[in-house]
Nanobody, 125 residues
Framework: QVQLVESGGGLVQAGGSLRLSCAASGRTFSRAAMGWFRQAPGKERDLVAAISWSGARSYYTNSVKGRFSISRDNAKNTVYLQMNSLNPEDTAVYYC??????????????????WGQGTQVTVSS
C-alpha cells in the first residue's frame, strides 16, 4: 500500500526557514501529482502548493508565493517544501498528498488519494 511520511516540521521564529520532506513508497512515485496542504486549529485543510509528476509545473496559494518552494526528486521518491520568511500565520499541521491518477497539477483536495500523517510547524513571533 501507499505510504507517505512527512518530516522536517518544528518550532521556528518568525522570519526563519524550514524544509519539509515527504517520502513516498508503495507505488510509482514518478507517476503521481503531489501536493502540500496545511490545517490550522479550527480551520479547513487547504492547499499550499502542488507539483506535477515531472516537476515542470507548480502551483502556490497566494499567501505563500515568493516564500515557499515545492520540488521533487523522483529518484528518491520524495517531495519537498522549502519554507522561507515564515510568519505566525503559517503555523499549522502540514500534510503531503498524492494523486496517482493524475500527472498534471492537482489543486482540488478531494482529488488526492493518499495522505501522510502530518508534521507540525509552529512559528513564534
Amino acid at each position: 500500500q501507499v505510504q507517505l511520511v512527512e518530516s522536517g516540521g518544528g518550532l521556528v521564529q518568525a522570519g526563519g526557514s524550514l524544509r519539509l520532506s515527504c517520502a513516498a513508497s508503495g507505488r510509482t512515485f514518478s507517476r503521481a501529482a503531489m501536493g502540500w496542504f496545511r490545517q490550522a486549529p479550527g480551520k479547513e485543510r487547504d492547499l499550499v502548493a502542488a507539483i506535477s509528476w515531472s516537476g515542470a509545473r507548480s502551483y502556490y496559494t497566494n499567501s505563500v508565493k515568493g516564500r515557499f518552494s515545492i520540488s521533487r526528486d523522483n529518484a528518491k521518491n520524495t517531495v519537498y517544501l522549502q519554507m522561507n520568511s515564515l510568519n505566525p500565520e503559517d503555523t499549522a499541521v502540514y500534510y503531503c498528498a498524492a494523486d496517482f491518477s493524475a500527472q498534471a497539477l492537482v489543486v482540488g483536495r478531494e482529488e488526492y488519494d493518499y495522505w501522510g500523517q502530518g508534521t507540525q510547524v509552529t512559528v513564534s513571533s
